[in-house]
């Protein structure tokens, strides 16, 4: 078997391996601008998300509507919807499987109107099996598949966001 200075050699012969991958722990992004105006619904919850996400990066400052005149970009989220599609039925014709789906379109321009990104639309979707014996426990995990898109939808803008490197 190996010994502890033939297992230390080891290790020591692969750390310069993986130190020359490019590993490295993810970490908050950089952002080009310093504060935004979030065009979103009051009661949406995906754009509440988001100000949550953005105000807890620390490098960002979300302004009211009121304070367009500070915001060196304005975020707008253009239309968020979610479906629910039937794409399995038994034979007896009852559906046995749904596809969830959330759809986001946003865009982001500076105050004067230059589009930093055009009008994109991003998509996430889960499949999920239906039981007319367990319709409240089917309920709350449609609900939970919702709310896991739309975090990955948020993190994907947040990618998204820190791509921009120019105003």
């Known amino acids: 078997m190996f010994t502890p200075r033939r297992r230390l050699l080891a290790a020591a012969c692969l750390l310069p391996a993986l130190a020359a991958c490019g590993f490295q722990l993810r970490r908050a992004p950089d952002f080009a601008f310093d504060t935004m105006l979030l065009g979103a619904p009051a009661n949406s919850a995906l754009g509440n998300e988001l100000k949550r996400t953005i ?3 620390g490098r960002v400052q979300v302004l009211d509507p009121a304070q367009l005149a500070r915001a ?3 975020l ?3 239309a968020e919807q979610r479906e629910k599609v039937v794409v ?3 034979a ?3 559906v046995r499987e749904f596809q969830l789906r959330t759809r986001l379109r946003f865009r982001l321009r500076t ?3 230059k589009e930093l990104i055009p ?3 991003l998509l996430q979707q889960r499949d999920i099996s239906f039981n007319e014996s367990a319709v409240l426990a ?3 995990e449609e609900n939970l598949l919702y709310r896991d898109m739309q975090t990955d939808l948020v993190q994907q803008l947040m990618r998204r966001l820190a791509a921009v490197k120019t105003l």
């Open 88 to 90: 399995g039925l038994n």
């Open 111 to 113: 105050p004067a109107g």
């Open 72 to 74: 060196q970009v304005v």
């Open 119 to 121: 009008d994109t639309e």
């Open 138 to 140: 089917k309920e709350s």
């Open 76 to 78: 707008d989220l253009l």
């Open 55 to 57: 105000a807890a990066s």
């Open 92 to 94: 007896t014709g009852q």
